[in-house]
């Protein structure tokens, strides 16, 4: 008859006996299943990436308000500094708090540099100027306080209808440079 304490020197004995039955398939069931590859460690972050409906972003720069921008749709692109938006509504704020209302079908804001792209039916109103501005494209550098349309414009003021095309214009000083093949229409001019 075995003992308990023939039992303490007997178990790790049969193990050690029995070794070579139970090592193949113990080494087979432990081993790495499939290889190293090494394009794991190569790997770039993944660039986060959104896509959000009803959205609204604000700028300040020295405690003020410049830019509040509300979009139907916002999602990120190829690059993860630029913000794509559909049903784009901008209100842009000089240094005085007049306001200056903005409506495109697209747009993109650059957070990086500032910049507001707006593409289709853009429109903008100033209604304290009592002006309306309408273009397929506009382009408007918050940094520089530039805002550029390089495809065809039309300004609708009261008594005044200007189209042109290649339009730059200054948010800050209000100096407009429109070229192309200008055509103005003063109505009730006294």
């Not at 178990?11 to 193949?24: D, G, K, N, S």
């Not at 495109?104 to 804001?109: D, L, P, S, Y």
């Not at 550029?148 to 042109?164: A, D």
Request: aromatic share 10%.
């Amino acid at each position: 008859m075995i003992s308990s304490r023939s039992m303490v020197w007997v178990l790790p004995m049969a193990f050690l006996i029995t070794f070579p039955l139970w090592r193949i398939p113990l080494t087979a069931f432990l081993s790495p299943r499939g290889g190293y590859d090494s394009s794991f460690t190569n790997r770039e972050d993944n660039q986060q990436t959104f896509n959000m409906e009803g959205i609204k972003v604000t700028q300040s720069q020295n405690g003020k308000t410049t830019i509040e921008v509300s979009a139907a749709q916002a999602y990120t692109g190829d690059n993860p500094d630029e913000l794509q938006m559909k049903e784009v509504d901008a209100v842009i704020i000089d240094e005085d708090g007049e306001q200056t209302f903005v409506t495109a079908r697209k747009g993109t804001f650059d957070k990086k540099n500032n910049i507001l792209t707006l593409i289709n039916e853009v429109v903008i109103v100033k209604p304290e100027d009592r002006f309306e501005l309408y273009t397929e494209l506009l382009i408007y550098n918050d940094e520089t306080n530039m805002a550029h349309s390089p495809g065809k414009t039309q300004i609708l003021g009261e008594k005044v209808e200007i189209r042109g095309r290649n339009l730059f214009y200054n948010t800050q000083t209000q100096a407009y440079d429109l070229d192309g093949k200008v055509r103005c229409k003063l109505t009730n001019f006294k």
